[in-house]
């Protein structure tokens, strides 16, 4: 596969822009840019001509690379503001990173198709909720415990593995809906995004040094391109985004975060349409 210059150059310009963008709302919502990343990646790889049975492995591989540099850059500048629950973070963290290592197992034996089905799913389920239920909406005076908690955490790890994304489009909305202030919620799954990122970006490189019909520089299902290009600008505006979520109004903060999950899905649907 090979590409012209013309080409290359506005995929770069397009990878720049994402990267940018997906700093700002790792920031900004705790979703570690994936939510972006994912199908900006997926459009282009199939513009260029990618494959249609490793376009998405590759772009859920590359988000999940790219979201380790953006978490780091999020986590500090949540961390100075003494946003991060680390009392939760440690509760949760092994069963989200064992969620990682069921989903990313998962996301090697399936097919790109699958995985886009997931994402598009997943994404609309937690946008309808952000748009149209009450902020004052609670199923739990607390965030869960116990066998639940372990379950809970070990599905929004396997999902989130299997998205390509930080985990935040499913741990903000169910702490929130555990009586659990959404600003902390957002800090606190930024630290999480780490947790799913690293185990899952290894695993798509893993899975996929045996595949066939990758484009040029690409490590397994992680295009070394995408992640050089996206990773760099998304650290660099991550921080904004972090200052940003401490300054806007929660109902804005709410209503960005629907938006941005609805987009996503109906343009993963669409790319299942067509």
Do not use: Q
């Amino acid at each position: 596969m090979t590409f012209d210059p013309v080409s290359l150059g506005l995929l770069a310009a397009v990878l720049l822009f994402a990267g940018l963008c997906a700093g700002v709302l790792a920031g900004l919502l705790g979703v570690g840019g994936g939510i972006v990343i994912v199908p900006v990646l997926f459009h282009l790889f199939g513009v260029v001509g990618v494959d249609g049975d490793v376009k998405m492995h590759l772009a859920v591989g590359t988000s999940l690379a790219s979201i380790i540099p953006t978490s780091i850059s999020s986590i500090r500048s949540h961390l100075k503001r003494d946003a991060v629950d680390k009392d939760l973070l440690k509760r949760w963290a092994w069963a989200v990173a064992l969620g990682v290592v069921v989903g990313t197992i998962l996301a090697g034996v399936v097919r790109g198709a699958v995985l886009t089905g997931v994402f598009a799913t997943v994404a609309l389920a937690v946008a309808v909720h952000m748009a149209f239920t009450t902020e004052n909406l609670r199923l739990s005076d607390h965030p869960p415990t116990g066998w639940l908690k372990n379950l809970i955490a070990g599905f929004i790890g396997m999902f989130s593995s299997m998205m390509g994304i930080g985990g935040g489009t499913l741990t903000v909305p169910t702490l929130v809906l555990c009586n659990y202030p959404i600003r902390r919620a957002v800090a606190t799954s930024s630290a999480l995004g780490l947790i799913i990122a690293v185990p899952g970006a290894i695993g798509f490189v893993i899975g996929g040094l045996r595949a066939e019909d990758l484009p040029p520089f690409s490590l397994g299902y992680v295009s070394l391109l995408g992640l050089l290009l996206v990773a760099p600008t998304s650290m660099l505006t991550a921080p904004l985004g972090a200052r940003m979520a401490h300054t806007i109004n929660p109902r804005m903060l709410r209503r960005a975060f629907a938006l941005f999950l609805g987009i996503t899905s109906a343009r993963m649907f669409y790319g299942l349409l067509t």
